[in-house]
């Protein structure tokens, strides 16, 4: 069985458990946070989670996870047919993890958890997220999901990325990221009827106080 080590406030490790539960296939879940313990750096080179652990060994890094539980063919299909429609769904998929994910990311420290961040990586991170959510409204087709009429691996990134894009430039610039693209506003609501998308945020609800009590930990170190 495929075992998914990580923990539930993660929203890589989000991305793969709703592409798991999608398709149907069975997993387990071990509990583990980001470490530079040698032995977490065994399974994880970067120290990073998600890790899926398979029978031959482990995979790190959400991309290659998700391509490998997709090649196994199990369940819904979460790429369409043809180069080209594959091509896209990548694309979307890079965009949204580049240029909305990665700037908010940049800003965490400072909208989530009260520290302050470098007033230029804000700066830039503001920059980013603005031309992020253009090339969204750009590239995205919300016909209902992201990248069609089909849930696609586009959709786990925009998911678990968008809310934290949309809190970091509510929180710290004043900005409704999402005001120009209901579509967007659309989908999430269509997400939050889905029984897996609630399975999901029920055990992450779960997981925040443990989680807050070790990054406060983790501070103070």
């Known amino acids: ?12 490790y989000n991305m793969v458990k709703l592409a798991l539960l999608e398709k149907g296939m069975p997993f387990e879940e071990v509990t ?48 369409p047919g043809g180069a080209f429609e594959q091509a896209r769904v990548r694309e979307l998929a890079k965009h949204i993890e580049l240029y909305l994910e990665l700037p908010a990311r940049a800003c965490y420290a400072q ?13 830039k991170s503001r920059e980013e997220l603005l031309a992020g959510v253009d090339s969204l409204k750009r590239l995205g087709r919300f016909a209902p999901y992201v990248a069609g009429d089909s849930l696609t691996l586009a959709d786990l990134y ?4 968008i809310d934290l894009a949309a809190g970091v430039a509510h929180k710290l610039f004043e900005i409704d990221l999402l005001a120009d693209l209901p579509q967007a506003r659309a989908l999430l609501e269509r997400f939050a009827g889905n029984p897996n998308v609630q399975r999901i945020a029920a055990d992450k609800d779960a997981a925040m106080g443990p989680f ?9 170190g």
Request: charged share 15%; glycine share 6%; proline share 3%.
């Open 1 to 12: 069985m495929l075992r998914l080590h990580g923990f539930a406030v993660s929203n890589y």
């Open 32 to 79: 583990v946070y980001a470490s530079r313990e040698e032995a977490f750096l065994a399974i994880s080179p970067r120290g990073k989670v998600p890790v899926l652990q398979c029978e031959v060994g482990y995979i790190s890094e959400t991309s290659a996870i998700l391509e490998y539980v997709e090649s196994l063919g199990q369940g819904p299909a979460l790429l």
């Open 111 to 123: 909208a989530f958890f009260g520290m302050q961040v470098d007033a230029a990586i804000l700066a």
């Open 158 to 161: 925009f998911l678990y990325s």
């Open 212 to 220: 807050m009590a070790h990054m406060q930990a983790r501070f103070k």
